[in-house]
């Protein structure tokens, strides 16, 4: 007799959730309603994502092209400047080639300016050892009436002519 207890137990458990289910609606926890606003509220957000997705790889292909334009400016830039460091780079080679003949240039003419000065001190110097030689020299082979003579026939020589009638 147990069992047919049990079994009548059941039967009014299972009368009373099914009246409860067609009460409230149905007899599944969710509704087809639900279920069905639930279908197009992923298959909305399927649609977004896939727009999302889409307007990614739009704004991807955007920066690409702007990395690539950044790219070829900077390579300009790079290329400019290499040609400017360049032309400086001869610019300051001429420049320092200018200058270095100038130097040299300089250089010569100071060295030409104290070999003429050397020269002629030398020169001056000769001279004076000469004219002492040539003295020492004289000394020794005129003897004193020679010297007197020679020396007033000079001073005759540089004196200016007398003037008569002054």
Known sequence: MNTALIVIAFL??????????????????????????????????LE?????????????AEIDAEVARASAQAEEILDRARREAVAVAEETATRARREAAAFIERAHNDVAVERDRAVSDLRRELGALV????????????DEPTHARLIGESLNAVRPPSREGA
């Open 48 to 60: 977004s994502a896939q727009k999302a997705e889409a307007r990614l790889a739009e704004v991807r």
């Open 131 to 142: 004219v002492e030689g040539a003295g020492a020299v004289l000394r020794d082979a005129i």
């Open 12 to 45: 009014i458990g299972l009368v009373v959730v099914v009246y409860a289910c067609f009460k409230l609606g149905s007899l599944m926890p969710f509704s087809v309603a639900e279920m069905r606003a639930r279908r197009e509220a992923v298959a909305t957000s």
